[in-house]
């Protein structure tokens, strides 16, 4: 069954730093994985697509990597700004589970300006 | 291009009634995925529909239950709802099948159960 940590739960950082945010998982049987942002209360947007056979992805200050044989992905944000305080969420879809979506808890992000 | 929307936005509602919400797709849409978020279990896959037929369940009590139009518009319903049914309920739309698409989330519908 798989299983999506993400690493740090929390991470409050001055503005302007560059981060990473991390999501593991367990099973590397993936079809692709998606990285979304939840702001408090709101829906979920999505950020990055990476497909199984990519190794990273890119959008304006994102930058997401995946490794699937150790079962890892990364998030970079450059130059954090405080509008990028959120929760992040990844989300592989695995083969196993009939292609749904699992969950990881997410990683409360907070940009102090 | 509209986004993925879902009405009500905020339902109360008394232990005991049932409830439905709904979602409208991003036009073109075909897939449509509903998901429970709550603080203690995070997001949780409900159901997923393409061309009107059910693809995937998650693991919800029969109470909950989903439909899909021919216009793909979709509807969710939960009957003798519980206290711990009180989540944000939210509605993802992909262009084709889930297992390809990117999905696009709607802005969920807060149901609060007294």
């Known amino acids: 069954k798989q299983e999506v940590t993400q690493i740090p739960a929390a991470l409050s950082v001055p503005e302007g730093e560059n981060l990473v945010l991390n999501c593991s998982f367990t099973?590397?049987?993936?079809?692709?994985l998606q990285w979304f942002r939840q702001d408090p209360g709101k829906g979920l947007t999505s950020l990055l697509l990476?497909?199984?056979s990519q190794r990273e992805q890119t959008s304006g200050r994102l930058n997401a990597s995946l490794d699937k044989s150790s079962g890892r992905s990364t998030l970079y944000i450059a130059a954090s700004q405080p509008g990028d305080s959120a929760t992040y969420l990844c989300a592989p879809r695995s083969m196993d589970s009939n292609y749904q979506l699992i969950w990881g808890a997410g990683t409360k992000l907070i940009i102090k300006p | 291009k509209a986004g993925v929307t879902q009405t009500p936005r905020y339902l109360i509602k008394t232990r005991g009634q049932q409830v439905t919400l709904s979602c409208s797709p991003i036009s073109g849409h075909r897939s449509v995925s509903w998901y429970q978020q709550t603080p203690g279990q995070g997001l949780q896959f409900l159901f997923e529909y393409f061309s009107e037929t059910q693809r995937n369940k998650g693991n919800f009590p029969g109470r909950f239950s989903g439909r899909q139009f021919s216009n793909s518009r979709s509807e969710m319903n939960v009957s003798t709802l519980e206290l711990g049914d009180s989540a944000l309920y939210l509605c993802a739309s992909s262009p084709t099948s889930v297992q390809s698409g990117e999905q696009y989330f709607g802005p969920g519908t807060r149901l609060t159960v007294t």
């Open positions: 990476i497909q199984s």
């Open positions: 099973d590397s049987a993936i079809y692709n």
